[in-house]
Structures are given as structure tokens and as C-alpha cells.
């Protein structure tokens, strides 16, 4: 699975929003570092936080369990597996916000938004 994947520390230092339609083509134009905006591939066994681990990316995590949301991650294609239990409230997980701990990508093609942990609707699940 090829995963494009953007640092949201980037949008809030340029000032986008995830709701910008071309942020990855933006990300794209602007001079990005290479664990800020880039490509990975995750392999089928692989949670989307392993497959970023295991290709050298040190992106958040805590418990790695599904119930902390250090992990989360937001969706801007693709899709990623969501375990029955987990921290995500439905609102959360509807509008996109998935953790990376424990969902596996079940797209062939995926655009996330990693460290999402900062923005204010999670912080309040942060444990
Ligand atoms: Fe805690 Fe993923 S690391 S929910």
C-alpha cells in the first residue's frame, strides 16, 4: 500500500487547514523536510504506524493499543481498518480521524495527516 503522508506540525507552521483540497499538492511545492511530507509503502502485515516505523519515520504513539490517541491520524484518501474498540468517538472517526496504532490500510492508495494529536478536538482523548 503507498501511503502519502503530510506532518501536521507543517499545517499549522504555513497555516492550511485539513480541509484544503490540494494540501498535498501544496505540501508538494513547498520545501519540505523528508520525515515532514513524503511516500512510504506499508506491507500487507503491517499497522500504518509499523509500516512508518519500520521504513525509519518516528511518528507519536503511546500505548499502541487502540486507547490513547497519540496515534491518530487523519484520513485524506484512502481507507485504514478501525478495531471495534477504540478511543475514536464515531463523530472523530466519520470525519476522518483514525488511529495508526492498529489500523491497517485497506486501500491500495492512502493520503494521511499524522500527528494530528495536537489539534484541539483530540486533545481532550489524549491520555
Ligand atoms: Fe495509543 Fe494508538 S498509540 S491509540
Given at each position: 500500500v503507498r501511503v502519502e503522508f503530510l506532518?501536521?506540525?507543517v499545517l499549522d507552521d504555513y497555516g492550511?487547514?485539513?480541509?484544503?483540497?490540494?494540501?498535498?499538492r501544496k505540501a508538494s511545492?513547498?520545501?519540505?523536510?523528508?520525515?515532514?511530507h513524503g511516500r512510504l509503502l506499508v506491507?500487507?502485515?503491517?499497522?500504518?504506524?509499523?509500516?512508518?516505523?519500520?521504513?525509519?519515520?518516528g511518528w507519536p504513539f503511546s500505548c499502541r493499543g487502540g486507547a490513547c490517541a497519540n496515534c491518530a491520524v487523519y484520513?485524506?484518501?484512502?481507507?485504514?481498518?478501525?478495531?471495534?474498540?477504540h478511543i475514536m468517538p464515531d463523530d472523530l472517526a466519520?470525519?476522518?480521524?483514525r488511529l495508526s496504532c492498529n489500523g491497517y490500510p485497506v486501500s491500495d492508495e492512502?493520503?494521511?495527516?499524522?500527528?494530528?494529536?495536537?489539534?484541539?478536538e483530540l486533545d481532550d482523548l489524549i491520555l
Open positions: 506532518d501536521y506540525e492550511w487547514s485539513l480541509d484544503d483540497g490540494d494540501l498535498f511545492h513547498a520545501d519540505l523536510d523528508e520525515s515532514e506491507q500487507p502485515d503491517e499497522s500504518l504506524l509499523e509500516g512508518a516505523e519500520n521504513r525509519g519515520f484520513l485524506v484518501e484512502g481507507e485504514i481498518s478501525q478495531p471495534a474498540n466519520d470525519r476522518g480521524f492512502l493520503r494521511v495527516v499524522f500527528n494530528v494529536k495536537h489539534l484541539d
